[in-house]
C-alpha cells in the first residue's frame, strides 16, 4: 500500500546568545515548506488523475499570541475521564516563532487492496500538543478505515460494497481513532485535537466519499456552460464553479448550535464573554424553532460574526473553557463532554467529466479566499502542484496583510483528466449521510451549498494595535506621497496596457475582496492609472513601519517580505528576517500581489518588501483606486448625512471619514423589504441622491407613520445603541429597483475602536 505523508520540518536556527532569530537562508525557507517533488499521475479505475500537495509551516513572530485553556492538573495524564480535570482560566500563550507545523496529510494508492482506490487526507491540529494530534490521525486513521474495508469485503465474498456500508464503515474509523487518541501517553488531547477532511476516491465505480470533522474544506470546480456561471475560472469548453463538498462545523451553523446546545454547552464570542458584545437571551430559543421550521439563515449571531476574527466558540457552562471555533474533532476531550465529537459528516457522490479539480484543504487557506476564488487559482495551472503553490502563496500573503502571524497552511489538489462515463452508475449527483451520522446534507439532487463560515475582509484588532504603534512610532515616509486627494491629478496616470497585461493584472486580482465588486468600467480605468515600475535588485519598495499608498502587482522578478520583530532592532539595515518571496513569471502566467490594505487605510506597512532580482511592478495609488470606485457614491455626501445620526455624534470629522470608508452599497428589487419591524438589526442604510429612494415606503405595524423617503435620508439607526441588541422599529420596502449604502453595527463598532486611540 503505497503511502506519502507529512513528515517533521527543520526549525529556525536562532543567535547563540540567545539574541533575534537569524535570518533565514534559502534553503531553510524552503524547509518551511513540505510537498511532494514533482505532480503524480495515476490511474484509479475509470478516472485518470494528476495531483500534488503541499504544506507551509505558520509565521509567528516574537510576541505573538493565542487565547488558549490552562488546567487544574498539571500532572500527565494517563486517561481522561470525565470531569476528572477541568481549565481554571483563560490565559495568553506566546507562540514560539519555532512552533512545530500543526497539519499533516496522508496520500495512500491502492487503499485497502484495492488498485483502484486511493486515499486523501488533511488534518488541521490544534492546542499544545495540536501537531501530535494531527500525525496520530495521519497515522492511525487511513490504517483503521482500511482494516475495516478489507474485512467488510471478506465477509462479503469480495463483492463491491454498498455506499452506506461503506459510510458506516468510515464512522468506525473515525470514532475508534478518537478512542485510541484519548489513551495515549506521549501527548495530552484534554484541550488539543485535530480536524480532518479526507477523499476515498472508488475509481471501479467512478464515486468518492467525503468525510469531514471539523473546518477545514473539500471543494470541486465543476465545468459549466457560459449561460450556467456568472463569475468563474475560464477553461476549455466553458467555465469552472466551486461546489462545496463538504460544510465547515463551527457554532455559524444552526443545526451544530442546537445540537451542542442540548448537551449543555454555550455559545458565545470572546467580546461576548468579556462583556463587549450583548448576549442574546432568545437565541436558543429562535435557534429550536427557526430549526423545527426548516433551519433557515444558519448565520444570525451578531456582530460577533467576522468580527476581525473573533468567531462564536463552544463553552462549558461551568467556565469560559474549552472556547473552540468548531464544533467537531478529533480529541479535544474535554470539549468532547459539550458535544464536540468525532463523527463526520458524509458525502458520496459520483464524479462525472464535468468535474475538473477537486481540492482538500485545512482552513488557513479558506480564511481570507472564497471557494470561487481557490478552484479560479488552479484553473490557471496545466500542473497541480503549481496551483497549490499559487493557493498557499496567495493564502499566506493575505494572512500577512490582514494578521500579525499566518496559519499552518496545506493543500491537496487533484487533477482529474479524464472520467470515463460508462463506469456512471446512477445520477450524476448522489449525496447522503448515513443515519448513525445523524445529519442530513439536505438533498440528494445537488451539491452542498457554500460553507457557512464567512471569509474575513477585516485586519484582526491585534494588527490593527500594532500598526497604530508603529504609525505613533514612526520617523519617515517612503512610498507615500505629500498630495491630498483633492490635488490628486489620476489623469496623469494614464497609460495603456495590451491585452496580455490587462490578462496578467485581471488574474492577479481576481481572489482580492477588494476588487471582486468593481464594475467593468471601473476595471478599465484600473488599467489605465496602473503605474508600470521597473526595479533593480536590491531596491526597497516598502519600508516596514511607514506609511504607505501603493498597491503592488508583480509582472515578474523575484521580492523578499522581511519583518522586524517587535522589540527588535534592524542594526544591519537588512529589514530583519525573511519570511516570505513573492516571485513573479511571465512565462508561468504567476503575478503576486501586495500591499493591499494601503487601498483602504493610511496604515503604516508592517513589513519590508525587497527586490532580490530585477524586475517589474504594476503599482496603484489610494487615491487612484477611491476616484476609480467613486462611482459607486459620493463618499463626501454619506459623510454629509452620517453627522446628522444622533448615534454617531460621537465621531469626529476624521471618524466620519473613517466610518464612511466602511460603507457598502447594496441593491434591491422591487418588493424587497430592507427591515423588517421587530427583528434584530444588523445594518443602517443610507439614501444618495439618484439610489431610488423615492420608491422606499417606511410603515410601523400598527400602519401609522407610513412614508415615502426621500434622498439624504436614513433609516434602522436604532439598532446602533451599542450595549444592547436593538430590533428595527419599522419595516421598509422597496416599490422600485433601489441603490443605497449600508453600514454594520460592527462596523461602527470598529471604527470607533480605531477612533478612540488617534
Same mark, same amino acid.
Given at each position: 500500500m503505497g503511502c506519502n505523508q507529512s513528515t517533521s520540518v527543520t526549525a529556525k536556527k536562532r543567535r547563540p546568545n540567545g539574541g533575534p532569530p537569524i535570518a533565514l537562508t534559502s534553503h531553510e525557507r524552503s524547509q518551511r515548506i513540505e510537498s511532494i517533488k514533482e505532480t503524480r499521475a495515476c490511474g484509479l479505475g475509470g478516472i485518470s488523475v494528476r495531483y500534488a500537495y503541499l504544506s507551509q509551516r505558520g509565521y509567528y513572530p516574537d510576541g505573538a499570541w493565542i487565547s488558549c485553556m490552562k488546567c487544574d492538573s498539571q500532572t500527565p495524564r494517563t486517561r481522561l475521564n470525565a470531569g476528572t480535570r477541568r481549565p481554571r482560566r483563560l490565559f495568553?500563550?506566546? !507562540?514560539d516563532q519555532n512552533k512545530a507545523n500543526q497539519d499533516s496529510y496522508s496520500v495512500t494508492h491502492d487503499f485497502a487492496g484495492q488498485t483502484a482506490d486511493a486515499f486523501f487526507g488533511v488534518y488541521d491540529g490544534h492546542g499544545r500538543d495540536g501537531d501530535k494530534c494531527a500525525q496520530f490521525v495521519r497515522d492511525t486513521l487511513p490504517t483503521l478505515l482500511a482494516e475495516g474495508m478489507t474485512k467488510a469485503r471478506e465477509n462479503n465474498d469480495g463483492a463491491e460494497l454498498t455506499k452506506e456500508r461503506k459510510q458506516a464503515i468510515i464512522l468506525n474509523a473515525h470514532r475508534e481513532c478518537n478512542m485510541k487518541m484519548h489513551s495515549q501517553d506521549d501527548f495530552d488531547d484534554s484541550l488539543s485535537g485535530t480536524t480532518s477532511i479526507s477523499v476515498y476516491l472508488h475509481g471501479n465505480t467512478n464515486r468518492i466519499t467525503v468525510s469531514n470533522v471539523g473546518d477545514s474544506r473539500t471543494i470541486i470546480g465543476r465545468q459549466m456552460q457560459t449561460s450556467e456561471v456568472?463569475?468563474?475560472?475560464?477553461?476549455?469548453?466553458?467555465? !469552472?464553479?466551486?461546489?462545496?463538498?463538504?460544510r465547515d462545523q463551527t457554532p455559524y451553523r444552526?443545526?451544530?448550535?442546537? %445540537?451542542i446546545r442540548r448537551t449543555g454547552g454555550r455559545i458565545l464570542s470572546l467580546d461576548q464573554i468579556e462583556g463587549l458584545e450583548p448576549i442574546r437571551e432568545d437565541e436558543k430559543e429562535r435557534d429550536e424553532k427557526a430549526l423545527m421550521n426548516g433551519g433557515g439563515e444558519d448565520i444570525i449571531l451578531g456582530e460577533e460574526i467576522d468580527e476581525s476574527g473573533d468567531p462564536p466558540r463552544v463553552w462549558s457552562p461551568n467556565g469560559d473553557y474549552p472556547g473552540t471555533a468548531f464544533t467537531r474533532s478529533i480529541g479535544d476531550a474535554i470539549a468532547e463532554e459539550l458535544g464536540v465529537h468525532a463523527d463526520p459528516e458524509m458525502l458520496s457522490r459520483e464524479l462525472t467529466p464535468e468535474d475538473k479539480i477537486i481540492v482538500i484543504a485545512s482552513d488557513g487557506v479558506f480564511e481570507f479566499l472564497t471557494n470561487q476564488s481557490v478552484i479560479d487559482i488552479c484553473a490557471k495551472f496545466s500542473d497541480p502542484l503549481e496551483a497549490c503553490r499559487a493557493v498557499v502563496a496567495e493564502s499566506y500573503e493575505l494572512w500577512l496583510? *490582514?494578521?500579525? %502571524?499566518?496559519?499552518?497552511?496545506?493543500i491537496i489538489c487533484l487533477f482529474l483528466d479524464s472520467v470515463d462515463a460508462s463506469k456512471i452508475l446512477r445520477g450524476p449527483l448522489a449525496l447522503s449521510t448515513t443515519e448513525m451520522v445523524g445529519e442530513s446534507l439536505n438533498k440528494d439532487d445537488a451539491l452542498v451549498s457554500g460553507s457557512? %463560515?464567512?471569509? %474575513?475582509?477585516?485586519?484582526?484588532?491585534?494588527?490593527?494595535?500594532?500598526l497604530e504603534k508603529m504609525k505613533a512610532e514612526m520617523n519617515s515616509v517612503h512610498d507615500v506621497t505629500t498630495e491630498t486627494e483633492e490635488d490628486f491629478d489620476m489623469e496623469a496616470l494614464f497609460n495603456e496596457k495590451t491585452e496580455e497585461e490587462k490578462t496578467c493584472i485581471a488574474e492577479a486580482i481576481r481572489a482580492s475582496v477588494v476588487f471582486q465588486k468593481i464594475t467593468n468600467s471601473q476595471r478599465e480605468l484600473l488599467y489605465k492609472v496602473m503605474e508600470p515600475m521597473k526595479v533593480k535588485a536590491g531596491q526597497w519598495i516598502i519600508k516596514q513601519g511607514t506609511l504607505g499608498d501603493r498597491f503592488y502587482i508583480v509582472q515578474f522578478g523575484t521580492f523578499e517580505v522581511r519583518i522586524v520583530s517587535e522589540g527588535a532592532e534592524d542594526a544591519e539595515g537588512t529589514g530583519g528576517n525573511v519570511v516570505h518571496v513573492y516571485e513573479g513569471s511571465r512565462e508561468k502566467d504567476q503575478h503576486p500581489c501586495f500591499g493591499e490594505l494601503a487601498l483602504m487605510y493610511s496604515t503604516p506597512r508592517a513589513a519590508s518588501i525587497i527586490a532580490k532580482t530585477d524586475g517589474m511592478l504594476w503599482a496603484l495609488h489610494r487615491f487612484a483606486f477611491k476616484k476609480v470606485t467613486a462611482e459607486r457614491g459620493s463618499r463626501e455626501g454619506a459623510v454629509e448625512i452620517l453627522k446628522k445620526i444622533d448615534q454617531l455624534k460621537g465621531f469626529s470629522p476624521d471618524g466620519l471619514e473613517?466610518?464612511?470608508? *466602511? !460603507?457598502c452599497e447594496a441593491k434591491y428589487a422591487k418588493g424587497d423589504v430592507l427591515i423588517r419591524q421587530g427583528e434584530v438589526?444588523?445594518?443602517?442604510?443610507?439614501?444618495?441622491?439618484?439610489?431610488?429612494?423615492?420608491? !422606499?415606503v417606511q410603515t410601523k405595524e400598527d400602519g401609522s407613520d407610513e412614508r415615502t423617503l426621500s434622498d439624504n435620508d436614513y433609516f434602522g439607526e436604532e439598532i446602533l445603541e451599542m450595549r444592547s441588541q436593538k430590533r428595527y422599529g419599522s419595516t421598509v420596502k422597496a416599490t422600485g429597483k433601489i441603490s443605497c449604502w449600508t453600514l454594520s453595527r460592527s462596523d461602527v463598532k470598529r471604527a470607533s475602536r480605531r477612533s478612540s486611540k488617534e
Open positions: 495568553t500563550q506566546i !507562540l456568472e463569475n468563474g475560472s475560464s477553461s476549455s469548453g466553458g467555465a !469552472l464553479k466551486a461546489f462545496a463538498l463538504s444552526r443545526d451544530e448550535r442546537v %445540537r496583510q *490582514y494578521e500579525l %502571524r499566518t496559519d499552518d497552511i496545506t457557512t %463560515r464567512p471569509v %474575513r475582509k477585516n485586519i484582526s484588532l491585534e494588527k490593527s494595535r500594532a473613517d466610518l464612511a470608508s *466602511y !460603507l438589526g444588523e445594518s443602517i442604510f443610507v439614501m444618495l441622491p439618484g439610489g431610488g429612494a423615492e420608491d !422606499l
